[in-house]
Each structure stands twice: as C-alpha cells, then as structure tokens.
C-alpha cells in the first residue's frame, strides 16, 4: 500500500539559509500534518491542515511557514535556520482528522 | 497545555516476558493511538482506540482507552527481539487536530 512520502530525507543547511521540506500524503489523505523530533525526544506538534486549510497549529516558530496544495502534498519552508532547529521532520497524514495519523519516514535536517 | 506522561521511560526484559506500558494526561482525550518507532524512522500505527474502556487487540499487541478517557496501556505479551524499539502514545482531544505525544517508553528485549 501506498504510503506518505517524504522528501528529501536528509538535509544539511548552514545557519540562516532557508530549507523546504515536502510531504506528499497517502492517495485520499486530505488531513496533513507536521512534527519536529529532537533527538532522544517525542514528536512535537507544529501544524496541520484539512483540505488546504490550516486546521491547529502548535509550536511552530514564527520563522517557519507551510501549506497544503490543491493535490493534498505539503511543503514546510523554513527560514533563517539556527542550530537548534536540526531534528527529524515526520509528515504524517489522515482522512478527515479524525483517523489515525500514518507518518513518513522523516527529513532529517543537520543546519550547521 | 496539555501533557501526556508515559511511563515507564524505558524497560529492560527478558525474550518472553510480557510488558505493560500507560500513558496519563491531565485532559481527556476522544482518541488514543499507540506507535512503535525505530531509530530514524517515522512512528508504525500499532493500535487505535475510539471509546472509553475499548479494549483492542493486534496480534501480541493489547491496548485498552481508559474509562476516564484520561489514559490508556499498551501490554505486549511473550516479547521477542523485534519488539526493541521505542513505543510512544498519543492523544487527541474533541475539537482538536492535533495528537499529543507521550514521552516514550524505550524497551529492549534481552535473548
């Protein structure tokens, strides 16, 4: 079965650049969502949408933006990028919010 | 804001033991996910759990929704090497996208 894609899986920016994460959710999956994971840490909420629009947003720094597109992928951009902000970042998708996230396989961004 | 604390953090164990492993929070939640996470990879969707008291299987895998609704426990029962990993639940309140995670429980499983 097909599941949620995520690209690119590993990414290293230096300090202050910008980086875009995409995530293309599993075919009818309308509900997207976004998590930061430091290491040795849980999943932390940032930001999700239901039919392109956001639909709750957590703790997503103000520097970061995403959206979700008319064919349902979605795109974290990230910009002026500090030390703190390398983690794994899981996309995970639902049909409608209200069944079981299924996540990717992660970007895992160094910013050095 | 809301919290979920899982306990315990991590557990050391024999092949063929069985395991038990909750999660509390301070709110009540409408769902209650378990997932399995190996290093690097995204969390595995092990159970699902809609409704207080619901009691759900899938294979060794037992996960119960806490009649409270403010909690839920994940046994695993006669453990075998593949079970090492690191098990994080998570919760979703009414009105609410968002799941909570848990803290985690790390176990491993000793031959």
């Known amino acids: 079965a097909a599941g949620v894609i995520q690209s690119p899986r590993h990414l290293i920016k230096e300090k202050r650049e910008t980086a875009t994460l995409k995530c293309y959710p599993i075919?009818?999956?309308?509900?997207v969502y976004w998590y930061q994971q430091g290491p040795g840490q849980d999943p932390q909420f940032l930001i999700s949408?239901?039919?392109?629009?956001?639909?709750d947003k957590g703790s997503i720094p103000d520097r970061f933006s995403a959206q979700q597109f008319s064919d349902y992928h979605s795109e974290l951009n990230m910009s002026s990028l500090e030390l703190g902000d390398s983690a794994l970042y899981f996309c995970a998708s639902s049909l409608r919010g209200d069944s079981p996230l299924h996540f990717g396989n992660g970007t895992r961004l160094t910013v050095t | 804001g809301q919290q979920l604390n899982q306990s315990p953090q991590s557990m050391f164990i024999q092949e063929g033991e069985d395991v038990s492993m909750n999660c509390t929070s301070s709110?009540?939640?409408?769902?209650w996910l378990w997932y399995k996470q190996d290093p690097g990879e995204g969390p595995v969707l092990l159970i699902a759990?809609?409704?207080?008291?619901e009691l759900t299987s899938n294979g060794r895998l037992t996960a119960q929704f806490g009649i409270t609704r403010k909690d839920s426990f994940l046994n695993i029962s006669a453990s075998i090497p593949s079970d090492v990993g690191i098990y994080f639940c998570?919760?979703?309140?009414?009105?609410?996208?968002?799941?909570?995670f848990g803290t985690g429980t790390r176990l491993k499983v000793l031959a």
């Open positions: 709110s009540i939640f409408n769902t």
């Open positions: 949408f239901y039919e392109k629009m956001q639909s």
């Open positions: 075919p009818r999956h309308d509900t």
């Open positions: 998570a919760g979703q309140a009414s009105g609410t996208y968002k799941y909570i």
């Open positions: 759990l809609y409704k207080a008291g």
